[in-house]
T-cell receptor, first 114, second 120 residues
């Protein structure tokens, strides 16, 4: 089965610009996660979707970050406007459901904000 | 809130030798999952091994095994017969169990990671 797809793999933008990342989970996976991984740290959950509904967005900086999962399949994460501290790898993961222990990760998007 | 701590930023091992990576965590819950993930330079996070807290038996997956000490809240990973392909960043992670209460139990809480170098 195809894995979790993410694009782009790399993005460089200037601060105050906007950027969007795309994720296509494994077919049939109802739960989708976006994690932020700052260099030298472990990933931190930004938002979790169950189908097209948000389950947890408690750590999402809502003044600049937004995410959607239309039709409960692929998802986009947007940052507007970007700050220097947003430089990180953004990982998307999916699982069959919330109760399924195994999450499958995509290759991530490395964002550099200059 | 749950926290996960990995106190070894870097570890190294000779090929074919054994290495142990340490992890401690803090939680007030009695049932949960613990995981070790491997992240090579390609950034793809790969599940290495998992442990259910209600199981006393330590999990084993081929050359990978864990030492789970629930009372001490310790969860170490032992890699036997280390191979060059084991070189990566290793993350310890915690996850609540379904039914533990609240609406969100899917998220993983990660430690800071340990970089493992394998010398030929």
């Amino acid at each position: 089965e195809a894995g979790v797809a993410q694009s782009p793999r790399y993005k460089i933008i200037e601060k105050r610009q906007s950027v969007a990342f795309w994720c296509n989970p494994i077919s049939g996976h109802a739960t989708l996660y976006w994690y932020q991984q700052i260099l030298g740290q472990g990933p931190k959950l930004l938002i979790q979707f169950q189908n097209n509904g948000v389950v947890d967005d408690s750590q999402l900086p809502k003044d600049r970050f937004s995410a959607e999962r239309l039709k409960g399949v692929d998802s986009t994460l947007k940052i507007q406007p970007a700050k220097l501290e947003d430089s990180a790898v953004y990982l998307c993961a999916s699982s069959r459901g919330q109760g399924d222990y195994e999450q499958y990760f995509g290759p991530g998007t490395r964002l550099t904000v200059t | 809130a749950q926290t996960v701590t990995q106190s070894q930023p870097e570890m190294s091992v000779q090929e074919a030798e054994t290495v142990t990576l340490s992890c401690t965590y803090d939680t007030s819950e009695s049932d949960y999952y613990l995981f070790w993930y491997k992240q090579p330079p390609s950034r793809q996070m790969i599940l290495v091994i998992r442990q259910e807290a209600y199981k006393q038996q330590n999990a084993t997956e081929n050359r990978f095994s864990v030492n789970f000490q629930k009372a001490a809240k310790s969860f170490s990973l032992k890699i036997s017969d280390s191979q060059l392909g084991d070189a990566a960043m290793y993350f310890c992670a915690y996850r609540r169990l379904p039914g533990a209460g609240g609406t969100s139990y899917g998220k993983l809480t990660f430690g800071q990671g340990t970089i493992l170098t394998v010398h030929p």
